[in-house]
């Protein structure tokens, strides 16, 4: 109940593509769900987070889609750039303020 | 604004050797510190949690430990490594009412 699901493992896209990575949970009581972008070498980044209030979030071209009853939720990332190349991490919190995270997804966008 | 730092960032150590690796917060007061153990091409582990000072809650029993000295210092300790204990160690801080969560640059302990 208290895993996060994330899929795909890796993807690979074109410049100018939308990578989208999804995640799923079981645990109703989460309530806060943010992605992690992480460089090598680096600490983890917060990027983009959404409460279950709501089913979509824009911030630049990072977009969350939410999906409360499929307990679902999914990161895109429109006009993908080189630089965009990193690992992202799904997670989710409840009450606890204790981040349970997915297995990462590395993204590659090729030039 | 609020600055997260770990020391050493990289560290190689012999099987059955101390451990001690530290996390200190700047910019903010009382926050809760987490520490987290990521192998490599895996997600994070949470190892402990602090939401004040002395004040620690374990998430896997292992050979590990964790102390909170003051209000914005977190130590990892160990008391004889394992190679099993390799990885890079993330600390992060969030604020007591906020979800918000943010990490430290990392160390990576390699045990030889």
């Known amino acids: 109940q208290q895993q996060v699901k994330q899929s795909p493992q890796s993807l690979i896209v074109q410049k100018g593509g939308i990578p989208i990575i999804n995640c799923a949970y079981e645990?109703?009581?989460?309530?806060?769900f943010p992605w992690y972008q992480q460089f090598p070498g680096k600490g983890p980044a917060l990027l983009i987070a959404?409460?279950?209030?709501?089913s979509e979030k824009k911030e630049g071209r990072f977009t969350i889609s939410f999906n409360k009853s499929a307990k679902q939720f999914s990161l895109h990332i429109m006009d993908s750039q080189p630089g965009d190349s990193a690992t992202y991490f799904c997670?989710?919190?409840?009450?606890?303020?204790?981040?349970?995270f997915g297995q990462g997804t590395r993204l590659t966008i090729n030039p | 604004s609020q600055t997260i730092h770990q020391w050493p960032a990289t560290l190689v150590q012999p099987v059955g050797s101390p451990l001690s690796l530290e996390c200190t917060v700047e910019?903010?007061?009382?926050?809760?510190l987490y520490w987290y153990r990521q192998a490599a091409g895996r997600g994070l582990q949470l190892l402990f949690y602090?939401?004040?000072?002395?004040?620690i809650s374990s998430e896997v029993p292992q050979n590990l430990s964790a102390s909170r000295p003051q209000d914005r210092q977190f130590i990892l300790s160990s008391k004889k490594l394992l190679l099993s204990d390799s990885g890079f160690y993330l600390c992060?801080?969030?604020?007591?009412?906020?979800?918000?969560?943010?990490f430290g640059p990392g160390t990576r302990l390699t045990v030889t």
């Open positions: 997670a989710a919190a409840g009450r606890a303020q204790k981040l349970v």
């Open positions: 645990n109703t009581a989460f309530d806060y």
């Open positions: 959404i409460r279950p209030d709501v």
């Open positions: 910019g903010t007061s009382n926050p809760n």
């Open positions: 602090s939401v004040g000072i002395g004040q």
């Open positions: 992060a801080w969030t604020s007591d009412n906020s979800y918000e969560q943010y």
